[in-house]
């Protein structure tokens, strides 16, 4: 195309706004939707649109479900005296994928970060604390990143919550299991000397 | 999200069918999409489906527009005795951007691929030979890929074209400018001391 064709340059366009698309990989998305065909391009806009229609956060924990409740929070063997708090969906994914986990979440929805003006208002930390005023919570536990806004995350609920009588606890930290020492950072390697464990 | 839920599982799925989108990738845009405000994704669904529907080929070149003809075969000023022939609209766009090139094109759509069962039946081959017909066309410029299709399909063309009477030329080998002579390959290097020119 020598000058741009407007209709796909809005489209390239579209896609670069997306998170880890650059110019290229636009271009190769948009003449992929070229390329599809009517039925295939009709699925794709239906469930971009139904998707963000009809995905809305759990009235409990805050994660995102198409019904009032997700599935875990409505989950009949859920333990729920046990509240996992993550930053994001995607989080409750990957330690449901474990199937070690029997409580329950919340999802906070980010973490707290004043660089970027996000305080502990814009997160689900309202939600979080109403939660704990029933009494059947005996643990929380903080599943927030290892980074520093996750740990200041993870520091400043815990005291909130200790004062309610409730137990708070945080993932362990260590060297990932199949990774090399070798290779392991100064602190990871520290904080596994710190929790090691006699066997 | 313990359990999938389905829109947005339905949303990964699709974006996961991309080219270059893994999984990881497909989630993060989804997640992006659950992101967006209303207007914004209705703005993102119709681009895709604009484009789909208004883009078609040029009439004369093949090449990507959503008018009867593109711009370069519209462009007044363009020399329509010389048609460069190249696999893909993307090669239009690049060749466009040296801003050298003052002839019109020709895109293929693809290369002759045996392997892959596409033949010179399946690219615009008989769009090519009608348009030189027309005894203005003084030159095609062979400027496929320097790939083994993209050299096959060359040669398989130039012998359809030379009988016609009409000069054919390939896209000049070498090293690519600002290349280092310690990394270029056997093959391109060979290429451009062959190709050498008087200083």
Redo the contacts between chains.
């Keep these: 195309?020598?000058?741009k064709?407007?209709?796909?340059s809005?489209?390239i366009?579209?896609f670069e706004r997306?998170?880890?698309?650059g110019h290229k990989?636009a271009?190769?998305?948009?003449?992929?939707?070229?390329n599809?065909s009517?039925d295939e391009?009709?699925?794709?806009?239906s469930?971009?649109?139904?998707?963000?229609e009809?995905?809305k956060r759990c009235s409990v924990c805050c994660?995102?479900?198409?019904s009032e409740t997700?599935?875990?929070c409505g989950?009949v063997s859920r333990d729920r005296s046990v509240i996992c708090v993550v930053e994001d969906?995607?989080d409750?994914?990957a330690i449901?994928r474990t199937h070690e986990y029997n409580g329950v979440?919340h999802v906070l929805h980010g973490v707290i970060s004043p660089l970027n003006g996000i305080g502990p208002e814009d997160l689900t930390t309202k939600e979080l604390i109403s939660r704990l005023s029933d009494s059947s919570v005996k643990e929380v536990i903080m599943a927030t990143n290892p980074t520093v806004e996750g740990e200041a995350t993870a520091v400043f609920l815990s005291r909130l919550i200790k004062p309610l009588g409730i137990e708070v606890s945080r993932l362990a930290y260590g060297i990932p299991v199949g990774a090399d020492l070798e290779y392991a950072d100064e602190v990871t390697l520290s904080k596994a000397i710190e929790g090691r464990k006699s066997l």
């Design positions: 195309m020598g000058e064709v407007a209709p796909l809005r489209l366009f579209q997306m998170p880890g698309i990989s271009q190769r998305l948009a003449f992929y939707v070229l599809m009517r391009v009709s699925a794709f806009t469930a971009v649109t139904e998707a963000h009809k995905i994660d995102l479900t198409d997700c599935a875990v989950g969906p995607r409750v994914m449901e979440y």
